[in-house]
């Protein structure tokens, strides 16, 4: 299975609302994880379950979706917030695949 | 606290065998809530997953790894490693390990996200 996720790079000021897409190449239900991860560090678990937020993680991310099409939403981008985004598919007939990455900038 | 601790040799020749440990502290391997995983990301681009372990030995690899990859646990010294053989410069990466959920659904145990990660350390593949 294929994870696809647009943009590759997403510039954006703090405040503003941001959206990821990641798509499949086939339907994977709701077994959907997205991740967030800084230079030199490894990723943080911010959605599992394509819309379950993760102990820990600020309301402010949130996901949806399911099938084919998910994605990840920054209600209001803050400071902190600039990263790299993985979406992740997980079951037990396929490999665990990776996107390619969104890397956030600011603008 | 969990903490996830990736430790081994960070330089390697083409054709040899990188052996990674991830010792585990805070937690027990011995959950059934849990598998182990290992996961890698190349210089500049995205992660690849190796494999994962439950704590009875039952091990799931990627099939891109065909029979060069090896997982295995110690539960006694809270531990799990991965082997790779036939090492090439292609295998140069940063290489995590995490606790990944064990999923239970009506259709047996099932794999979940990575929700804790070690810190990575960088192996890298050269003559």
Not at chain 1, 10 to 32: N, P
């Amino acid at each position: 299975i294929q994870m696809t996720q647009s943009p590759s790079t997403l510039s954006a000021s703090v405040g503003d609302r941001v959206t990821i897409t990641c798509r499949a190449s086939q339907s994977i239900s709701s077994w959907l994880a997205w991740y967030q991860q800084k230079p030199g560090k490894a990723p943080k678990l911010l959605i599992y379950k394509a819309s379950s937020l993760e102990s820990g993680v600020p309301p402010r991310f949130s996901g949806s979706g399911s099938g084919t099409q998910f994605t990840l939403t920054i209600s209001s981008l803050q400071p902190d917030d600039f990263a790299t985004y993985y979406c992740q598919h997980y079951n037990d007939y396929s490999p665990e695949t990776f996107g390619q990455g969104t890397k956030v900038e600011i603008k | 606290q969990l903490q996830l601790q990736e430790s081994g040799p960070g330089l390697l020749k083409p054709s040899e065998t990188l052996s990674l440990t991830c010792t585990v502290s805070g937690a027990s391997l011995s959950s059934n809530n849990y598998f182990w995983g290992w996961i890698r990301q190349p210089p500049g681009k995205g992660l690849e997953w190796l494999g994962s372990i439950y704590y009875s030995g039952t091990t799931y690899q990627n099939p891109s790894l065909k029979s060069r990859i090896t997982i295995s646990v110690d539960t006694s010294n809270k531990e799990f490693s991965v082997r790779l053989s036939s090492v090439t410069a292609a295998d140069t990466a940063v290489y995590f390990c995490a606790r990944q959920y064990r999923l239970v659904t009506i259709r047996g145990p099932k794999r979940g996200a990575f929700h804790v990660w070690g810190q990575g350390t960088r192996v890298t593949v050269s003559s």
